[in-house]
């Protein structure tokens, strides 16, 4: 078994502020995107470093609001719905991966439509520069001692405080592993080469839904939900699978309905000619 490391979720203070290490991962995943668009964008790119920089601002905003709102509407919508206003207590915990993606793909169409640029495109070029949030953000739960793993008796095993005497999988960390760096080095060697549009999109959303659902079997359920069917099936997983078909019609979009398309040309021409 391993200990646990005993961090304040503070970070620091400056004078009456408090920052939070889950805040600070916030930050350190924004940088990654920004320091990553920037290898890619430029002249001749698909973005601007101007419109790299708007694009993430605006993403900023869509995926604090939506991870937030997504968390109080799939996880615990009667607690919060009895109190509307612990939605702005975001420093007491509470957000949500798929409804963050909401958010920024909302914010992405509405920036697209201020630009005039094709939105997939737009989501396409964004994609890749996700996964790194999603790890500083799991590390972030891991540093606060949050969403801890299901009781186990593997040797890397942990006691979280909070969580009671027995270890448990640090799946944090899995899940860090799996839809931060694993997903990232999938999505950035896959869009080093220009693919069709929705190609990138749907990999990250297969991809993600994929490592998601595995890492779950591995996380204890939310209390206030528990397992939704079976006795494994929880509300991640739940959320992941409108995720997985559309990653699925992404692909297809990608490259399924040119073949088919090429194919009734093809038959077509080959009718005429007979």
């Not at 659902?213 to 099936?233: H, I, K, M, T």
Request: proline share 7%; charged share 15%.
């Amino acid at each position: 078994m391993l200990s646990y490391p005993q961090l304040s979720p503070e970070a620091f203070r400056l004078g009456p502020l408090v920052v939070r290490w889950y805040g600070l991962m916030y930050l350190f995943g924004f940088i990654a995107a920004w320091r990553l668009g920037r290898l890619r964008s430029g002249p001749g790119r698909f973005l601007s470093r101007r419109q790299l920089e708007e694009a993430i601002t605006w993403g900023m905003f869509g995926v604090v609001l939506g991870a937030r709102l997504g968390y109080a509407f799939f996880y615990d919508p009667a607690f919060y719905l009895a109190d509307p206003l612990r939605i702005l207590q975001i420093w007491k915990g509470g957000m949500s991966f798929h409804g963050g993606l909401l958010g920024v793909l909302c914010a992405l169409w509405m920036y697209a439509r201020r630009q005039g640029l094709p939105f997939f495109a737009l989501v396409d070029s964004a994609a890749p520069l996700v996964p790194p949030g999603l790890f500083f953000g799991r590390l972030g739960n891991f540093l606060n001692a949050e969403l801890w793993g299901r009781v186990t008796d593997v040797p890397w095993g942990m006691v979280f405080p909070g969580a009671g005497p027995l270890p448990r999988h640090p799946s944090q960390l899995y899940e860090a592993l799996l839809e931060g760096l694993v997903l990232f080095v999938l999505l950035w060697t896959f869009s080093a080469k220009k693919r069709p549009l929705y190609a990138v999109s749907g990999v990250f959303a297969l991809g993600y839904s994929l490592f998601r659902v595995f890492g779950e079997f591995f996380r204890q359920p939310d209390a206030q939900l528990n397992y939704l069917a079976f006795g494994w099936v929880t509300m991640g997983m739940a959320l992941c699978l409108p995720l997985l078909a559309a990653g699925l019609v992404l692909l297809w979009l990608a490259y399924g309905r040119p073949l088919k398309e090429e194919r009734q040309k093809r038959l077509a021409s080959e009718r005429r000619a007979g």
